[in-house]
């Protein structure tokens, strides 16, 4: 096996009063997809808030490269493709609006050249100009996706990538993480359904003690 | 079992208060019995305010401790916000009422005070304003601290309210006294005076100890309520 | 940098998809003040005698009025997750909403004060007084109302409570606003008031943007 492009030891967490999991580790090498699963309120979201340095945890380790992620936090999070169980959209500003918005205050470079490519891979070329107030929830779950797919991080973080997604959206969003894996990032995603890629490896979140 | 962790800090706080409490109680009573004759019999009433200026015994006291009690918030916030430290959550909680009590008593003694001195309840000298909006700062502390379902949120909110509030109650202050001498100048009557006569200054000083372990001794048992309640609720999100 | 600067433009592009809402605020000002001769009487000496308190009072409640949704739209919707996770300051994004608040508040209330002073009866050089004030003093407003609505985020009852915790840290700005345009009409020190209330200005400046992010960050565990 590669050596390892990320190392969690021993994580523990804790919220409102109660530990949701410890003695938490795994790492994953360049182009592996790590599937989180396990019943509602098994920790899935938490863990993947402590991941993105969201939340404090109790006690662990989060390491790219070998560097602690919590050393240099501005780097660690520059380095994430970020998609929560809400969509991150502004209602009142447009798909492209949003998709650039968010791309300009993660500092980035100007993303109107790779705008298109990203808008191209959910189908929501014919969206762009439309305020996402209008669109429906597949059709904005799409758009957080695009979103993520801009910000060509190496790493992506992932709150049930799949809902509200048709089938069309659903095959659209596994090449899109299936590209994103061949050129080398790593993936977590918490799920519910079969993410339907091969080689994926799972983490069963379970009740804890 | 998760919750041992939590609670290590808070076992070993109830164990140092019970210990504690009784002889504590012993010691403030006695203080409180003996201060009382030394403030209301013992002391010479003031030449031009007569016995009216019995009530500076309480009054005092009162503003040093509501302002120290304000100073604690933010020490425990701090203590929270750095090193996260369970205890100092549930005793901002605890203290927070204590000193909003404090500040009351300095605010209502002033008021009745005033009467006699001014003809009126309530004039807006400067000290007397500088105590009411402490108080409102600490109504806010309070406010704040309860106003989430997790608890835990409503600790650490009210903990950089109060870092906050501690770097601006000097320039409250400041404006209050700028703002009280543009508009009243000079003829404000100071309450304490230049200097204070012995016959006065041991009972003063005597009611402030004994208030100060009043104070101490209300946070010590109300951190051991809140201790309580913290538990029970825990041990209710996990049933 | 650029992200500061994205920001504020972000949030000025949606306020100005919406401009409803700060004209709401904006007459709230207006008839908020319009009030208070209805309530106390048409005499002009007393009107001009309290026009300056009256109109920095009713300036800061229309400032507090309209910080309510400064960051829970945005906690609401999730791009708060998106500027915690954004990879520079959280201090400075927290100033940038607050630059943003004070452009589409401040600056309009400042720019408004006068006519209503004018209603009030001050003379012209203490309209221009007061107008420098509030563009002044008015910062020092979006940064502790900010604060106060990083804390309350989340909470029951928000936005009462962000009244009663950003009300009495205003109380200096409040005084030394209004006393400086009250000093200009009654031959006091217009300079020391007004040196001072930019010095309040600089404090919230350089203590605030800390404090919302510590907030921030909390509400975003």
Redesign the interface.
């Known amino acids: 096996m590669a050596t390892p492009l990320l190392e969690v030891a021993d994580l523990a967490c ?1 919220r ?4 949701v999991f410890e003695r938490l580790s795994f790492s994953l090498g360049p182009g592996e997809l790590l599937a989180l699963i396990g019943r509602n309120g098994s920790g899935k979201t938490t863990l993947l ?1 402590a991941l ?1 340095l ?3 945890p109790e006690a662990g380790t989060i390491r790219w490269q070998g560097v602690e992620a919590r050393g240099e936090p ?2 660690w ?2 380095r ?1 493709g ?1 998609l ?10 447009t798909v492209a ?1 949003n998709l650039l ?2 791309e ?4 980035a470079p100007p993303a109107e050249d790779r705008l298109d490519s990203a808008l191209v891979a959910f189908d929501l070329s014919s969206l762009a100009q439309r305020a996402v107030r209008t669109l429906s929830a597949g059709q904005r779950r799409r758009t957080a996706l695009a979103r993520v797919v801009l910000t060509q991080a190496p790493i992506w973080l992932l709150d049930e990538p799949l809902n509200a997604l048709d089938a069309p959206a659903q095959a659209a969003f596994r090449e899109a993480l299936a590209t994103h894996l061949e050129s080398g990032g790593v993936a977590i995603a918490a799920t519910h359904a079969d993410l339907g890629l091969p080689g994926g490896r799972t983490l069963e979140l379970g009740t ?2 | 079992m ?2 041992l962790h ?1 609670l290590a800090n808070p076992a070993r706080f109830r164990r140092f208060s019970q210990r504690v409490v009784p002889s504590l109680s012993g010691a403030t009573a006695l203080m409180l019995a003996v201060g009382l004759y030394l403030a209301l019999l013992q002391s010479p009433p003031d030449y031009q305010q007569g016995d009216t200026v019995r009530i500076m015994f309480v009054h005092v006291p009162s503003a040093w401790l509501a302002m120290a009690g304000y100073a604690l918030l933010a020490g425990l916030g701090a203590s929270l916000l750095i090193w996260r430290h369970p205890l100092a959550a549930l005793m901002a909680r605890a203290a927070a009422p204590v000193g909003a009590g404090f500040c009351a008593v300095c605010l209502l003694t002033g008021s009745l005070w005033g009467r006699p001195m001014w003809g009126a309840y309530w004039v807006w000298d400067a000290r007397l304003t500088s105590m009411l909006l402490l108080f409102f700062l600490y109504l806010g502390h309070i406010a704040l601290s309860r106003a989430y379902d ?1 608890p ?1 949120r409503g600790d650490r909110a009210a903990a950089i309210l109060a870092l906050i509030g501690v770097i601006n109650l000097p320039i409250i202050k400041f404006s209050v006294d700028w703002w009280n001498t543009l508009h009243q100048p000079a003829s404000v009557v100071r309450l304490g005076g230049p200097s204070i006569h012995p016959s006065i200054l041991v009972p003063l000083l005597w009611m402030a100890v004994t208030l100060f372990l009043l104070f101490v001794l209300l946070v010590l048992l109300r951190t051991d309520t809140e201790i309580d309640r ?1 538990r029970l ?2 041990a209710e ?2 049933a | 940098m ?2 500061f600067a ?2 504020v433009a ?1 949030d000025l ?2 306020v100005w ?2 401009p409803g809402d700060v004209a709401v605020v904006l007459a709230f000002f207006v008839v908020a003040t319009t009030l208070f001769p209805l309530g106390i009487g048409p005499e002009a000496n007393v009107l001009a005698r309290i026009a300056a308190g009256v109109l920095w009072c009713a300036a800061l409640f229309a400032a507090l009025l309209s910080l309510d949704r400064l960051f829970a739209a945005d906690f ?4 708060l ?9 959280l201090e400075l994004a927290a100033l940038a909403k607050c630059c943003a608040h004070w452009i589409v508040t401040g600056l309009p209330l400042a720019a408004l004060a006068p006519l209503l002073g004018v209603a009030f009866g001050l003379e012209s050089s203490v309209l221009l007084a007061l107008s420098a004030t509030l563009l002044v003093g008015t910062p020092t407003l979006s940064l502790i109302g900010g604060l106060a609505a990083a804390l309350t985020l989340g909470a029951r009852k928000s936005g009462a409570l962000l009244a009663l915790l950003a009300l009495p840290l205003c109380v200096p700005t409040l005084i030394f606003g209004a006393g400086a345009v009250e000093a200009l009409a009654s031959g006091g020190d217009f300079g020391a008031h007004f040196a001072v209330l930019a010095a309040l200005a600089l404090v919230a400046l350089a203590t605030t943007p800390w404090a919302i992010a510590a907030a921030l960050r909390q509400a ?2």
């Open positions: 804790r409102g009063g109660r530990r808030r993105a969201l939340m404090r501005d780097v999070r520059g994430l970020w929560g169980h809400l969509e991150g959209l502004k209602a009142d500003l609006e918005a968010a300009r205050l993660r500092g804890p003690t | 998760a919750d939590f997790e835990e913290r609720e825990n999100q996990q | 650029s992200g994205a920001l972000r592009r949606l998809r919406r609401e919707d999730g791009t997750d998106l500027l915690l996770l954004a990879p520079w300051p975003g565990e």
